[in-house]
């Protein structure tokens, strides 16, 4: 029998002691030394076996404080669901609240071309229903300003109906039709005073055709008091809301929205030559007229009796410089008038409508829209390079 020594093995999960006879057989040697290696190996798979029992253990906590679950089905197999966010809540709780009032509008105009004789022209838009017994608002340019010939409502319903142009103004780009209908779902209005740059903005509208009704697209509220000129018609609008929400031909007169599901807005155009570039007639623009509409059925609007141009156009087509950069100057004056009677003459500029600064011929028809007949006002003019206050009752 040969000499004893005694070797340590080192395992991953501890210290083996193992007895080696130096005299004993190469035999013996090499089964010793495969039950050694055999020894390290089991060591190893235990060792292994012990981590990955301690990471599983903890996973699903981990899994957790991230959002993310792990759900057992019956054979055992696991599905990562993740929850929602709370943003992605917003949105659909608003397209509940506002789907149902939001309309897909349809119209036929008769065109006259040269070339081709009369032939009917189809368009599509929005609208949103402001009043239980049938008015919609929506855009002037969606109705033709009008002179549409046919005009149809398709309702969250289904239901296809006939609808009546019962007022439209090109200046604000606004319109106001009405359906034939009672208890119809009706949108709630928001101040859009309030709105600031920064918050969620929701458009509703049928993009690129019916196809597409009722789609919803997300942004925010990129800025305010935007100014934009339709490069065809040479019409200005001013005080627009900003939006990177999605605006596409076909959303035109649909609402939009607040996180609260208000409307704050009627989306009004996109800047074409650049992505991320939508607007929105504030829809506090548009309140005096609904709530005339909703009290007695028409709106009345008042008359001023003045015709007026802006300033930088006055002084393009006559080569005269005025002394007021902003304002709109008076070219003519209505005999009779509520301007002609508050002392208003030719070559005035208005400069202010009780506290609503004057600067373009817009703010102008704008601020008298929230007017009624027979209110009192003050009007602000610059006659002569000194500011005069007057009291003005409009017609």
Known sequence: MGLEDKRTVETQDGIAMENIRWGDSRKDMKRRGRSTISMVWIGAILGSAI??????????DILNSRGIFLENTPQQQQFITIEPTQDFGVYTAVARKAMPSVVGITTVE????LFFGTREVSGVGTGVIIDGRGYILTNSHVVRDGKAREVKALLNDGRRLDAEVVWSERELDLAIIKVQGSNLPIAELGDSDKT??????IAIGNPLGLNFQRSLTQGVISGLNRTITDGASGT???NLIQTDASINPGNSGGPLLNSRGQVIGINTAKVTSGEGLGFAIPINTAKPIVDQFIEKGEFTRVFLGIQGVDIDAFESVT????PEDSGVYVAQVTENSAAARCGIVVGDIIIKIGDK????RSDLIRTIFGYR???????????QGKEIKMDMVFD
Do not use: F, Q, W
């Not at 008769?110 to 071309?113: A, N």
């Not at 007949?373 to 006659?383: A, C, L, S, Y």
């Open 319 to 322: 080569g005269v410089k005025l």
């Open 373 to 383: 007949p027979g209110e009192k006002t003050t009007v602000t003019i610059m006659r």
């Open 236 to 238: 200005t609008i001013e």
């Open 196 to 201: 600031e740059v920064g918050e969620i903005a």
């Open 110 to 113: 008769l065109h006259r071309d």
């Open 357 to 360: 600064d004057i600067d373009r």
């Open 51 to 60: 981590t990955l029992g301690v990471a599983y253990a903890y996973l699903p």
